[in-house]
Every structure is written in structure tokens, then in C-alpha cells.
């Protein structure tokens, strides 16, 4: 990674710490008050989302999802000590086996999905981060996926307070490896995603099927929290069929 690169990310960092984080921790706080709680999340990069539901709840069970291989072994390394935190180098989608990983010159923004060469909004952020958009992808390579549909088979009998999905455009994909049969009631209270409004891949016009796909299950939208910085937010979904 190059120098520009990371004083960027640092930028972003300091920026999510002041202007995101906290509107999140306060949804958090005021909707998860047990003693202790578990959560799925999936697109785990650096940690960021592991450090922000220890802040809320130091005994917090979580089992992250990381396909970009050193981050996995960053994330392993970081967190080995920890018996309430399981790493697993694996992608998420609506298939089991293996798709095509693109890692990005900024690793937050690594992605399945394939790049919109003709996308104005990719062109200016290549320029931010000092590249061309044809070299804004440094690697690729292919990653084992999963449903998380059997995940959860896997794991019977056990409740998830949130499911945090940051994907990069793969969103609706992970959703359909999600939902099985439509009257089964998941043991997931809230589904937390990140929503882009840019068109940098060309799958990301993909906000109504999602929408679509989530209040099909039960899910209803009960908070929307955007960023700092960008075109984009968290929209937070609530299970209306557990309770």
C-alpha cells in the first residue's frame, strides 16, 4: 500500500470516529441490552466493526467474515487470544464454491463484483488515490464462498443479534444465500447494511431488489445512518417476525 493510500484511510478512519461511529453506537445502545451478544460480521477488513461491537459489549461474541487473505491473517494475528472472536477466511454469496476476489488498491473497497469502467464516481476516486481506474484492482484471485443459510444450519440453535454485511456491491447475493424458505423465521434480530448510491460496479443498482428481498422476510427498515464522508449509509432492518 502506498504512502497516499494509507494518509487516506487514516483520513476516513478519523472522520468515521467523529461523524459515524457514534450515531451507531447510540442505535446499538438504546436496541441491545443483553448481557451479552453475538454477531455476524461479514466483510471484516481490518476489524473496524469487531472493535466497534467490543466498545458496546467487551464479551460480544462474534464470528467475522474476511475473503481478502491478508487480512485474514492480520485479523488471526490480532485477535488469537481472543476465545469470543472466530475468523473466517471465506466470502459470502447465494452460491457454496468459489468466486473471482478483486482486491482493491484501498483493501476497504475490495469486492466479487466487477467494475464499472464508464462510472464517473470511480474515475474521480482513482484520481484521489493517485492511480488509473484500469489499475485501481491490484490482485485477483479466487475465494471460497458460502451460504449463509448454511452457516446457519451449521449452527442451529444459536441467535444472532445483528448481521453486518459490507460487501462492496454484493449485498443482494449475500441475501439470497440467506433467505431459504419464506415463512421460516431466521434467529437474526437486526441486518445492518451498507448502501451505496454511486454506480461504481455494475451491479449496484440493486437497492429495490434488496429492499424487496428483506421485507419478503419480515425485515423492516427502522434506522438509516450515513457516513461522514461519500454517497453512502448504513440502513439497519429489524426481524418483525421473531418478536
Not at 453486518?164 to 423465521?185: A, P, R, T, Y
Not at 434480530?189 to 428481498?213: A, F, G, P, V, W
Given at each position: 500500500m502506498g504512502l497516499r493510500t494509507s494518509i487516506i484511510q487514516k483520513l476516513i478512519h478519523i472522520n468515521e470516529a467523529i461523524f459515524f461511529y457514534p450515531k451507531l453506537k447510540k442505535f446499538y445502545k438504546e436496541n441491545l441490552k443483553k448481557e451479552n451478544i453475538s454477531i455476524l460480521d461479514v466483510g471484516a477488513n481490518k476489524g473496524q466493526s469487531i472493535e466497534f461491537f467490543l466498545k458496546i459489549n467487551p464479551q460480544a461474541i462474534i464470528n467475522s467474515f474476511e475473503p481478502n487473505k491478508k487480512l485474514f491473517i492480520l485479523l488471526q494475528n490480532k485477535y488469537k487470544t481472543s476465545t469470543n472472536i472466530t475468523i473466517?477466511?471465506?466470502?459470502?454469496?447465494?452460491?457454496?464454491?468459489?468466486?473471482?476476489?478483486?482486491?482493491?488498491?484501498?483493501?476497504?473497497?475490495?469486492?466479487?463484483?466487477?467494475?464499472?469502467?464508464?462510472?464517473?464516481?470511480?474515475?474521480?476516486?482513482?484520481?484521489?488515490?493517485?492511480?488509473?481506474?484500469?489499475?485501481?484492482?491490484?490482485?485477483?484471485?479466487?475465494?471460497?464462498?458460502?451460504?449463509?443459510?448454511?452457516?446457519?444450519?451449521?449452527?442451529?440453535?444459536?441467535?444472532?443479534?445483528?448481521?453486518?454485511?459490507?460487501?462492496?456491491?454484493?449485498?443482494?447475493?449475500?441475501?439470497?444465500?440467506?433467505?431459504?424458505?419464506?415463512?421460516?423465521?431466521?434467529?437474526?434480530?437486526?441486518?445492518?447494511?451498507?448502501?451505496?448510491?454511486?454506480?461504481?460496479?455494475?451491479?449496484?443498482?440493486?437497492?429495490?431488489?434488496?429492499?424487496?428481498?428483506?421485507?419478503?422476510?419480515?425485515?423492516?427498515?427502522?434506522?438509516?445512518i450515513k457516513h461522514g464522508f461519500g454517497d453512502f449509509a448504513e440502513i439497519i432492518y429489524e426481524n418483525k417476525k421473531s418478536k
Open positions: 473466517h477466511n471465506l466470502g459470502l454469496s447465494s452460491i457454496k464454491g468459489e468466486l473471482l476476489f478483486h482486491e482493491n488498491v484501498m483493501d476497504e473497497t475490495s469486492t466479487f463484483e466487477e467494475l464499472n469502467l464508464d462510472s464517473k464516481y470511480l474515475e474521480k476516486k482513482a484520481k484521489v488515490l493517485g492511480v488509473s481506474k484500469e489499475n485501481i484492482i491490484v490482485a485477483n484471485y479466487k475465494v471460497n464462498v458460502i451460504r449463509l443459510a448454511d452457516f446457519l444450519k451449521e449452527n442451529q440453535n444459536k441467535d444472532y443479534d445483528v448481521l453486518k454485511i459490507d460487501v462492496e456491491g454484493h449485498e443482494l447475493q449475500c441475501l439470497q444465500g440467506l433467505f431459504g424458505e419464506e415463512n421460516s423465521v431466521l434467529p437474526i434480530r437486526y441486518i445492518q447494511l451498507e448502501s451505496h448510491y454511486d454506480d461504481m460496479y455494475l451491479s449496484n443498482n440493486q437497492h429495490q431488489d434488496i429492499e424487496t428481498i428483506l421485507n419478503k422476510n419480515g425485515f423492516e427498515q427502522v434506522a438509516k
